[in-house]
């Protein structure tokens, strides 16, 4: 049989989820699980229509590549259309003026020897250099002030081709029904679930539908553990909309009012994410928009390493109030998978790790949601944790350890964790000197020994 303290010693295992739940009812009671709330976000992409041609063309005309490309493109109209002539005076100005370079590949500079008189010969190169001048001179005037006239028919050639792809991204100019789709979404959800839905954000008792980047979001009211089915209604509309890695699928878990910040940290450290990763999939973009705990580790010990209260002494653990741990918290942002940030916007802790593909499975969707209701209670149940950085040969681990009104901090240098007994950690009690300063202290007392044999000899 397995025992509830194994399972909790880390993170919850997903798979136990349901052997969790009976150990927490059994020690606690059913009360204050059954009366925890959630609220779910669920994201899908608009559908799109035809690309818009203005957004192509001002995409286009902002273009660096397009602009160098059309240097080539103009080239070679010029060329093409006087492939056949024979002298400079047959050129088809069509794209600008002949250029010396082309005329003096026709016009060559007349010879003394093809010339029996002399002043013949000086007349028939003073009229050349005369005509090349004007040459010169007609070209630079085109490029100064003509050059670009036909960089709208070049545009509109790129457009007709079918070639603007190689220089704009098609997402940035699909026309979408962005409208229409939020009309349809609040239409479902007032006539098909029977819920009051709104535009916009949701509150306590109604839906909410509207834009969130270039996706639609559909979020949802307070929701109670009785009203899974409202789950299952509204997945089997998102499951039909376009989905993918990255469109989310956030759930949001109330808390109770006397959730501290030792319980906001402790919470951190619970999810399963090699079952979240299974879950979602490689297309799921976790690194953008729900990182993992390795790197909210990192960001959390590297917060507590600067702080002033640890900057202040170099040989106690220090200890910060709830009210210092909470600021410093909610100050590292929302796009972690355990963004716990939102508890001091909503008094929540959101879980960002899923996509709205998992609406495809509702079953899996409301097994995840009974999942997250469950690491409340056992933050609450735990009295210390380990938050270990895992990058560079300077990485230290934390030990929190939960007191009254505040929670006490041992760093520990190069990832070491605290040879502290059971009985120690939850009676909050942590040694006064860090490893990493006990051995420097050491050190020193060798040193001072050192130098007071020298001085006896």
Do not use: C
Not at 294 to 303: E, F, H, S
Not at 313 to 327: A, G, P, R, V
């Amino acid at each position: 049989m397995i025992r509830l303290t194994d399972i909790l010693k880390e993170e919850i295992p997903f798979d136990k989820s349901q052997q969790v739940k009976a150990g927490l009812e059994k020690k606690y009671g059913t009360g204050e699980l059954s009366a925890y709330t959630f609220g779910i976000e669920l994201e899908f992409e608009p559908t799109t229509e035809d690309v818009d041609k203005d957004k192509i063309r001002m995409e286009l005309e902002n273009n660096r590549k397009v602009h160098d490309n059309y240097v080539d493109w103009l080239e070679l109209q010029r060329t093409s259309s006087n492939r056949r002539i024979r002298s400079a005076d047959d050129w088809d100005d069509s794209y600008g003026p002949i250029d010396v370079d082309i005329f003096d590949s026709l016009e060559s500079e007349p010879e003394r020897r093809s010339y029996s008189d002399v002043e013949e010969y000086e007349n028939a190169r003073d009229d050349w250099k005369e005509k090349r001048r004007e040459v010169e001179v007609e070209y630079s005037r085109f490029e100064r002030q003509n050059f670009d006239d036909y960089f709208d028919e070049y545009i509109q050639n790129i457009i007709i081709n079918g070639d603007w792809e190689d220089y704009v991204d098609r997402q940035n100019v699909v026309e979408s029904d962005e409208e229409g789709e939020t009309i349809d979404a609040i239409s479902y959800i007032k006539n098909e679930m029977g819920e009051k839905v709104q535009y916009g954000d949701s509150t306590v008792d109604t839906w909410g539908v509207g834009p969130d980047g270039s996706n639609i979001e559909i979020r949802s009211k307070h929701l109670n553990q009785d009203e899974f089915d409202l789950v299952k209604g509204i997945s089997y509309y998102v499951k039909r909309k376009k989905v993918g890695g990255g469109t989310s699928a956030h759930v949001h878990i109330g808390l109770p009012t006397d959730f501290d910040a030792f319980d906001l940290l402790a919470i951190t450290t619970l999810v399963d994410e090699k079952s979240i990763k299974q879950t979602v999939g490689p297309q799921r973009q976790l690194a953008s928009w729900a990182k993992l705990r390795n790197d909210l580790n990192n960001k959390i010990v590297d917060a507590l390493i600067k702080t002033p209260q640890n900057q202040s002494t170099n040989e106690k653990s220090f200890i910060l109030t709830n009210e210092q741990l909470f600021k410093l918290l909610s100050s590292l942002g929302r796009y972690w998978g355990t963004n716990i940030a939102a508890m001091s916007k909503g008094g929540t802790i959101e879980f960002r790790y899923l996509s709205s593909e998992v609406t495809k499975s509702p079953d899996t969707f409301i097994k995840w949601i009974q999942y997250y209701l469950l690491l409340p209670k056992v933050a609450k149940s735990r009295n210390s944790v380990i938050l270990k950085q895992s990058v560079g040969q300077d990485s230290q681990s934390v030990t929190a350890i939960r007191q009254s009104g505040g929670v006490k901090f041992v760093l520990n240098s190069r990832g070491a964790t605290p040879n502290l007994p059971a009985s120690a950690l939850k009676a909050g009690q942590v040694p006064v000197v860090s490893p990493k300063f006990a051995q420097a202290k050491k050190e020193k007392e060798l040193d001072k020994q050192r130098q007071l044999a020298k001085v006896q000899i």
